[in-house]
């Protein structure tokens, strides 16, 4: 991790973005071009055509995708890529958000809050369940970045303030908090919680990791299927689970 170059990308991105008249010019892709930089500084490695797809990085036999969500939509992908390439999920995570509202004709910011909303590690669990036959391949790995991110929108909804199911314009990361990489089952104990009974469902899960059902239950299919739990029977209408002996 290095939080310093990281800042420095940041303002280079915002610096361009007040020479082409100021954050009314950001485009969706903001914080998809600040992590690219990040990761390959090197333009000539970026967008790259490997085996009939565009990676987004592609260098010396790694490549690199970056993705904020869906993250299903790139099996296609990883199956190619994975067989002659190492290959790295990127995963933005907000932990934390500052909403700016925008005039969207002058793009001049009408106010700001904090979001109640934050972001958790765990929150990655329900998007790698499209992944989870590639969790324990060799050749490939995720890397969450966990940041601190201004997200941008325009008052084009429903409501009193038009602020429901508003556009949400653009996210723009401020800073860099961590760099987590999941290779290896071992790596997937970060999300399982401490206090679990010895035998558990998804409602104790949901519980223990304060997430909700659905992540709950993705969570558990996934440490079912790299070996970190086994199913054990049922408890009213949850199946039950317990630790597994790490493959």
Request: hydrophobic share 35%; with cysteine.
């Amino acid at each position: 991790m290095d939080q310093e170059r990281f800042s420095e990308i940041c303002l280079r991105h915002r610096e361009s973005i007040r020479e082409r008249s100021g954050i009314g010019t950001l485009s969706e892709k903001t914080l998809h071009a600040i992590l690219k930089d990040y990761f390959e500084p090197d333009a000539a490695y970026q967008e790259v055509k490997v085996d009939g797809y565009f990676a987004d990085i592609a260098r010396k036999g790694e490549i690199f995708e970056i993705q904020t969500r869906d993250l299903y939509r790139l099996a296609p992908k990883i199956s190619t890529f994975i067989v002659e390439n190492s290959v790295t999920v990127i995963y933005p995570i907000a932990l934390s958000k500052k909403i700016f509202w925008l005039d969207p004709s002058t793009g001049e910011s009408l106010s700001e809050r904090k979001s109640p909303k934050k972001g958790k590690e765990i929150d990655v669990l329900p998007e790698l369940y499209g992944l989870r036959d590639f969790l324990l391949h060799e050749n490939f790995r995720v890397c969450l970045m966990l940041l601190e991110v201004n997200e941008y929108r325009v008052p084009d909804g429903y409501g009193k303030d038009r602020k429901k199911r508003a556009t949400k314009l653009d996210r723009y990361p401020t800073a860099l908090i961590d760099e987590i990489y999941l290779e290896k089952a071992e790596d997937y104990l970060r999300f399982l919680p401490k206090n679990l009974p010895s035998e558990f469902s998804s409602s104790d899960f949901r519980i223990a990791a304060r997430c909700d059902l659905f992540t709950a239950q993705r969570a558990l299919n996934i440490f079912s299927s790299i070996g970190l739990i086994q199913p054990m029977g049922k408890k009213g209408r949850y199946k039950t689970y317990t630790f597994a002996k790490i493959p």
